[in-house]
């Protein structure tokens, strides 16, 4: 799958958040890293078609994003989306929430969604949390429900705003294992991270993103090991600072 | 969990609760009749009792209309406060404010020899109904705007996130949630209409409250008369506030689960 960014401009109350941001990524997984601000969340809801840029065109396959209502519609229920906290409907059930979305979005059967949405809990260990509601589920729990849901439908593209960033170290563990899982299977992602250590080991690819444009992108292998910017550099050194 | 539980009351340690509190209430009613030696004769109203029934319903159709058309005028106007037509805006936002700001007598006054005279509304039971709507629309208004602003905008973008049409996110994700969070105001505010329709009585609308004004001209029995029609109104909103402890349970998230357990 090709993603392909031409000249995307995103500005919210006088504040510029993203300049002419370009570039053609083949995907497998990749991850946007940068700083605080940067424009990172920016960017992948307009990759997930949640926010319309200002300018600028997004190519998938070749094929041009329309910002309309009922393209997005449609173009939105073929891609996940999992948010930092609070994905899943607070009214409804770990079960209700898998349910939803593929009753509702995708008009499945009740007991295909059922059949479909089970498979998925007993995978992941989730089973007894199946009649949960999201309050009395831990963080870890409830993102691991929010990513089920969103591979239950099948994907083109599974997109993840920092989904351990609310987490304790043992939940993000937990999170980031289901995630390399899926991706070994094939599935194919961008995900928002502060999680180094994953971007490196279980991405393709790595986007740095800051001061409102891509300023280093290539192979995770690459980039950590020989950043070519100053900007890159910096962010690195800082971050890794107090690693163990 | 655990703790809450063993922290409820024993079934005889409610009981006799219970009891305590109604033998202080009566007591206390009890007292301040013999106190100013008050011979209390319900008997008198038997007698009546046809009409009391039928002042009784009449109250209760009103209540009940009087309810469906304010839901309708209060979720319009929640709805229209929020729109970005300003000239919608700011009509909802001056009726709300105008009609909370203003006692209902007053009103029924204004609108029933004003503004009904003006455009011909000359049936005092429709009559009673709008002004009465109209007055419990704007506290309704206010609830589900409230309601509505307590949702958290992520559950929009969720919904939203998996594909959800407009009309399915209100039906499936905002009026649940709306709806767990409201009915317990919304179920005092019906209590509220059945005790405002007292109010009609002023232009005459022969509810349960001019009922007993008349029969009270007839029998001069003032107070066996309103002590009973007291008690007829409490009937009627304890049954609202049984009905809708019964609802609440239905949205109530929590409530639900403990049944799974
Ligand atoms: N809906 C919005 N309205 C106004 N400003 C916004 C909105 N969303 C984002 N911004 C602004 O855009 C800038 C970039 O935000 P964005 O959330 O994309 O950054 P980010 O790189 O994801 O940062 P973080 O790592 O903190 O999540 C921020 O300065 C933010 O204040
Ligand atoms: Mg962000």
């Not at chain 1, 997004?58 to 009922?70: A, H, M, N, Q």
């Not at chain 1, 444009?213 to 950043?227: A, D, L, T």
């Not at chain 2, 105008?98 to 000359?122: H, S």
């Not at chain 2, 973008?157 to 959800?164: P, T």
């Amino acid at each position: 799958m090709n993603i392909e960014l031409i000249n995307i401009s995103k500005t919210f109350q006088d504040e510029l958040v993203l300049k002419d941001v370009s570039g053609s990524f083949d995907i497998h997984s990749i991850a946007i890293i940068g700083p605080s601000g940067g424009g990172k969340s920016t960017l992948l809801r307009i990759i997930g078609g949640l926010l319309t840029p200002d300018s600028g065109a997004l190519k998938i396959d070749g094929e041009t994003i329309e910002f309309s209502k009922r393209y997005l519609h449609n173009y939105r229920r073929n891609i996940g989306f999992v948010f930092q906290s609070k994905g899943l409907f607070e009214h409804l059930t770990a079960i209700e929430n898998m349910l939803l979305p593929l009753i509702h979005a995708f008009g499945m059967g009740k007991t295909e969604a059922v059949e479909v949405s089970s498979k998925l809990f007993e995978r992941f260990g989730l089973t007894d949390e199946k009649n949960k509601y999201p309050f009395q589920l831990s963080g870890g729990q409830q993102q691991r429900i929010a990513i089920a849901r969103a591979v239950a439908v099948k994907p083109w593209l599974l997109l993840l705003d920092e989904p351990t960033s609310a987490l304790d170290p043992e939940y993000t563990a937990e999170v980031l294992n289901m995630l390399g899982e899926l991706q070994n299977d094939g599935l194919k992602s961008i995900i928002v991270t502060h999680e180094m250590g994953f971007a490196k080991n279980a991405c393709e690819k790595v986007i740095f993103l800051a001061q409102n444009r891509i300023v280093e992108s290539g192979n995770s292998s690459q980039i950590f090991k020989h950043p070519q910017t100053e900007e890159l550099q910096a962010f690195l050194n800082k971050i890794l600072e107090w690693k163990v | 969990m655990k703790q809450t539980l063993s922290k409820e009351p024993s079934r005889s340690k409610k009981i006799a609760s219970a009891i305590f509190v109604a033998i202080i209430l009566i007591g206390f009613l009890w007292f301040s009749v013999n106190a100013i030696n008050l011979k209390l004769d319900f008997s008198t109203l038997y007698q009546y009792r046809y009409r009391l029934w039928e002042g009784f319903w009449m109250t209760v159709t009103i209540s009940v209309a009087s309810l469906i058309v304010s839901l309708a005028l209060g979720s319009l106007s929640a709805l229209g406060q929020n729109s970005r037509i300003l000239v919608i805006s700011y009509f909802c936002k001056a009726y709300v404010q105008i009609i909370r700001g203003t006692p209902l007598l007053v009103q029924i006054y204004f609108f029933y020899y004003i503004i009904g005279t003006a455009w011909g509304v000359n049936n005092r039971y429709l009559a009673g109904v709008l002004i009465l709507s109209i007055f419990e629309g704007a506290y309704i208004s206010e609830i589900i705007r409230g309601g509505l602003a307590s949702i958290d905008r992520q559950q929009y973008e969720v919904a939203k996130s998996i594909g959800l049409t407009p009309a399915k996110t209100l039906q499936l994700v905002t009026f649940p949630i709306l709806m767990a969070r409201i009915l317990p105001a919304l179920a005092g505010q019906f209590a509220s209409i059945i005790k405002d329709s007292s109010l009609l009585s002023v232009i005459a609308v022969i509810e349960l409250t001019q009922t007993v004004q008349e029969i009270s001209a007839d029998n001069f029995r003032m107070f066996e008369n309103y002590l009973f029609v007291g008690v007829l109104y409490f009937i009627l909103t304890f049954s609202v506030s049984l009905l809708s402890g019964g609802l609440e349970r239905r949205y109530n998230h929590e409530y639900r689960v403990n049944q799974y357990q």
